[in-house]
């Protein structure tokens, strides 16, 4: 069983950055699909961006291209979502979410995704 843990959220102001990491025990995220989502009060979870822990290729939803860059570091069995030129539209709880696959991003409605409890993000002056 794969258990995740966010952290790296907190207050920015627009145009800073942040680091979040997720960091995974119990497996190691070798041949995993790793996805970072968000949720923002009162609208819908919505996809950031997905790693593939295999071969490392990437996919990002359009608001984050360009600013926001997802990496994997097998040794500290961590995915990153480094964030740049945030905006307050970036506002919300980071969740990340593994699933054992080839695709890039996890199922996140299938039955084997592993959810982290999220980390806020709370851009504003």
């Known amino acids: 069983q794969v258990q995740l843990v966010e952290s790296g959220g907190g207050l920015v102001q627009p145009g800073g950055s942040l680091r979040l990491s997720c960091v995974a025990s119990?497996?190691?995220?070798?041949?995993?699909?790793v996805g970072w989502f968000r949720q923002a009060p009162g609208k819908e979870r919505e996809g950031v961006a997905c790693?593939?822990?295999?071969?490392?290729?990437?996919i990002y939803a359009d608001p984050a291209k360009g600013r926001f860059t997802i990496s994997r570091d097998h040794a500290k069995n961590t995915v990153y979502l480094e964030m740049s030129s945030l905006k307050p539209d970036d506002t919300a709880v980071y969740y990340c979410?593994?699933?054992?696959?080839?695709?890039?991003?996890?199922?996140?409605?299938?039955?084997?995704?592993?959810w982290g409890q999220g980390t806020q993000v709370t851009v504003s002056s």
């Open positions: 119990g497996r190691d995220l070798d041949s995993y699909g």
């Open positions: 790693v593939s822990t295999s071969d490392g290729s990437t």
């Open positions: 979410a593994a699933e054992a696959t080839s695709f890039r991003c996890p199922n996140v409605y299938g039955p084997n995704v592993h």
